[in-house]
């Protein structure tokens, strides 16, 4: 049962075959079983969740409207706010933060009947790549125990992957839906910025943090997004415009399609034109991403090399830019306005500084400290709006490109999940690992990761599409091009 998708599980529900509380209980089985190894979750709801499903089969019973998700056990990162629920950010900081109220995204899945079964394990205020950086636990990843699961919505990535949860929620602001997705063989998506409200999301960057959905397939991802998606006005960077019915246009191929190749990201076969992120891609995921481009092409696709100039200084402006916010937005966690205060200290400075230094992780100081130097007076001009400045460049080179091409495709990751510990004595080899999403988080444009082989070792491998912005499905549809040719999603890890 736990093995099928969201869809599939709405079907058997509807036909009678299965109960909201027998998959509920199901999934909260297959917890049991395998997350003291995995480690995805931080909170499990069961007592709630079993009472939700029942719920939810009473007003089926009864003959009552249900909503798009009826019965489907969601896992949620733990960084949005859920009522009466406690919501750490993977921080210590936060670890007795129970919120008041819910965030606009939470109200969307309970609007929908979702049953939310837990929340998940995360880089703390999702600054990582391997979801290495949570105050309280490491998560493994099931294709391998001994390797990461990306980061930092890497707890979100492994339940769906081990088939402990139906789908989950994720946060992206350099990669962190994306990446985990790659790392752990599913679909992973960040739309647009605007598309889905942050109210009630414990801000990291707040120009570029996104909520989006994974899921084992298209299909499952395209309707979590439709319920997540649309105005809020709490929100004034969400943008009020209409959501389509990503499902119902799943299907329909994009004809005739033109795929934006960059050669930043894959060197050209003669080995020419590679750019300082093409230069580091592991050799088997350049096979894999090439193998998938020769199914669009046998579907009809035209594959056009184009050139995002700008793209190998995404690091160093995310870096300055992500930085800068997250200084600002955590400079409220300091033992008064929120977060737990230090118990002994010697007037409030000193308060501050033991509250802070006591419940931020090293991966956290180290962002604030970045961030704070680059906005500091004598360094905001040379490198904060330095950095603004290329960012716009980054954006403008994407505009270009989607005036020639439907999509721009690459590699999700340069390389296949690595190991745990393996790169965290050094931050920048670790950076490196969101070299090809973070641009897309810059440009405020969508993206999407979706399983596209396995390397010799048995690690799989993510295809990322691009779009522009607002056209998740465009992206959608053209994923589902790929999806429908080979059979990579339906691929489960061997924890048995």
């Known amino acids: 049962m736990t093995d099928l998708t969201a869809t599939e599980l709405l079907q058997k529900q509807a036909a009678g075959d299965l109960t909201a509380a027998s998959i509920t209980s199901a999934f909260l089985n297959r917890i049991r079983q395998y997350d003291p190894a995995l480690r995805a979750f931080l909170h499990v709801?069961?007592?709630?969740?079993?009472?939700?499903?029942?719920?939810?089969?009473?007003?089926?019973?009864?003959?009552?409207?249900?909503?798009?998700?009826?019965?489907?056990?969601?896992?949620?990162?733990?960084?949005?706010?859920?009522?009466?629920?406690?919501?750490?950010a993977g921080s210590k900081i936060l670890q007795n933060f129970v919120p008041p109220y819910d965030a606009h995204v939470i109200t969307r899945l309970k609007d929908a009947d979702a049953i939310l079964i837990g929340k998940t394990n995360m880089d703390e205020f999702a600054m990582g790549s391997s979801t290495e950086n949570s105050a309280y636990q490491v998560t493994h990843n099931p294709w391998a125990l001994d390797r990461t699961p990306g980061g930092s919505s890497g707890g979100s990535a492994a339940?769906?992957?081990?088939?402990?949860?139906?789908?989950?929620?994720?946060?992206?602001?350099?990669?962190?839906?994306?990446?985990?997705?790659?790392?752990?063989?599913?679909?992973?998506?960040?739309?647009?910025?605007?598309?889905?409200?942050?109210?009630?999301?414990?801000?990291?960057?707040?120009?570029?943090?996104?909520?989006?959905?994974?899921?084992?397939?298209?299909?499952?991802?395209?309707?979590?997004?439709?319920?997540?998606?649309?105005?809020?006005?709490?929100?004034?960077?969400?943008?009020?415009?209409?959501?389509?019915?990503?499902?119902?246009?799943?299907?329909?191929?994009?004809?005739?399609?033109?795929?934006?190749?960059?050669?930043?990201?894959?060197?050209?076969?003669?080995?020419?034109?590679?750019?300082?992120?093409?230069?580091?891609?592991?050799?088997?995921?350049?096979?894999?991403?090439?193998?998938?481009?020769?199914?669009?092409?046998?579907?009809?696709?035209?594959?056009?090399?184009?050139?995002?100039?700008?793209?190998?200084?995404?690091?160093?402006?995310?870096?300055?830019?992500?930085?800068?916010?997250?200084?600002?937005?955590?400079?409220?966690?300091?033992?008064?306005?929120?977060?737990?205060?230090?118990?002994?200290?010697a007037g409030l400075i000193d308060m501050v500084k033991k509250s802070r230094g006591a419940g931020f992780g090293t991966e956290v100081k180290r962002r604030i400290m970045l961030g704070t130097y680059a906005l500091s007076s004598g360094y905001i001009d040379a490198y904060y709006l330095k950095a603004l400045k290329v960012r716009r460049l980054i954006r403008q080179d994407f505009d270009r490109a989607f005036a020639e091409c439907d999509v721009v495709i690459g590699p999700t990751a340069p390389t296949p999940a690595?190991?745990?510990?393996?790169?965290?004595?050094?931050?920048?080899?670790?950076?490196?690992?969101?070299?090809?999403?973070?641009?897309?988080?810059?440009?405020?444009?969508?993206?999407?990761?979706?399983?596209?082989?396995?390397?010799?070792a048995g690690l799989p491998i993510g295809l990322q599409i691009l779009g522009a912005p607002f056209t998740e499905e465009k992206l959608l549809r053209v994923a589902r091009m790929h999806e429908r040719e080979t059979d990579w999603h339906k691929r489960r890890p061997p924890l048995e």
């Open 159 to 345: 339940a769906v992957a081990a088939s402990q949860t139906s789908l989950a929620i994720g946060t992206d602001t350099g990669g962190s839906i994306r990446q985990p997705a790659a790392f752990c063989g599913i679909v992973g998506m960040k739309p647009s910025y605007g598309r889905v409200s942050r109210f009630g999301l414990i801000a990291y960057g707040s120009s570029l943090d996104q909520i989006g959905p994974l899921a084992h397939d298209l299909r499952d991802a395209a309707l979590l997004l439709e319920v997540i998606a649309g105005h809020d006005p709490r929100d004034s960077t969400c943008v009020n415009m209409p959501v389509p019915e990503y499902t119902k246009m799943l299907d329909q191929p994009i004809k005739p399609l033109t795929i934006g190749v960059p050669v930043e990201f894959l060197p050209s076969p003669s080995g020419s034109g590679a750019g300082g992120e093409g230069a580091g891609l592991d050799p088997e995921i350049e096979t894999a991403i090439r193998a998938a481009l020769n199914v669009y092409e046998s579907l009809g696709a035209t594959i056009k090399p184009i050139s995002l100039p700008h793209s190998p200084y995404a690091i160093a402006v995310y870096y300055l830019v992500a930085t800068a916010e997250a200084s600002s937005n955590l400079a409220r966690y300091d033992g008064v306005h929120f977060g737990q205060r230090a118990e002994k200290f």
């Open 418 to 456: 690595f190991k745990i510990g393996e790169k965290t004595a050094d931050p920048l080899a670790m950076y490196l690992s969101d070299i090809y999403t973070i641009s897309a988080n810059l440009a405020g444009i969508p993206g999407i990761s979706i399983p596209c082989g396995f390397t010799k």
């Open 45 to 88: 709801e069961e007592a709630a969740a079993l009472q939700h499903a029942e719920a939810i089969d009473a007003k089926r019973k009864a003959g009552q409207p249900l909503g798009k998700l009826a019965g489907l056990p969601i896992a949620v990162k733990d960084v949005l706010c859920t009522k009466g629920r406690r919501t750490t």
